[in-house]
């Protein structure tokens, strides 16, 4: 087997299958628009939770949004760090309506950011799946 530069963490892990199912969510915040009661869902299922259609179309929503919720940090050591690192998970509106959470990335962290706080997407690596290819996904960083 060959070695990996880091640990793998049993509570990380996450399924090859699931990982590949949801890609194009993770990848371009792609979601489903409802057609008969126009609500706009993220991530994407495959019934409508509004209305129970099954009418619905995938789309791509905005890379862009705001901050409406950000609780307090979460603070957690990073592997080759000594100190601990403050690690946020926001609740974002974007900017064509549907919420998502998401980890900010964004270090060291602005003096001040809240409600309102303007983020746009950014790519980045989430966890590794159990034969240990990375995941990669959505966060959110700050536009200044
Ligand atoms: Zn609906």
Not at 54 to 72: D, M, R, W
Not at 107 to 129: D, I, N, Q, S
């Amino acid at each position: 087997m060959p070695s990996v530069p880091e640990k793998i963490c049993r509570m990380m892990l996450h399924s090859t299958v699931k990982a590949w199912r949801e890609r194009d969510g993770r990848y371009r915040l792609q979601g489903v628009v409802c057609k008969d009661c126009g609500k706009k869902i993220f991530p994407a299922v495959q019934i409508c939770p509004y209305c129970h259609s099954k009418n619905l179309e995938k789309t791509e929503f905005a890379s862009t949004g705001k901050i409406v919720l950000s609780p307090e940090p979460l603070w957690y050591p990073l592997t080759g760090f000594q100190e601990l690192l403050p690690q946020y998970t926001v609740m974002i509106e974007l900017d064509d309506g549907p919420f998502v959470c998401a980890e900010l990335v964004h270090y060291p962290p602005p003096a001040e950011f809240k409600e309102g706080t303007r983020v746009e997407m950014a790519f980045r690596k989430l966890k590794r799946e159990d034969i240990g290819n990375y995941v990669y996904g959505f966060k959110f960083r700050i536009v200044e």
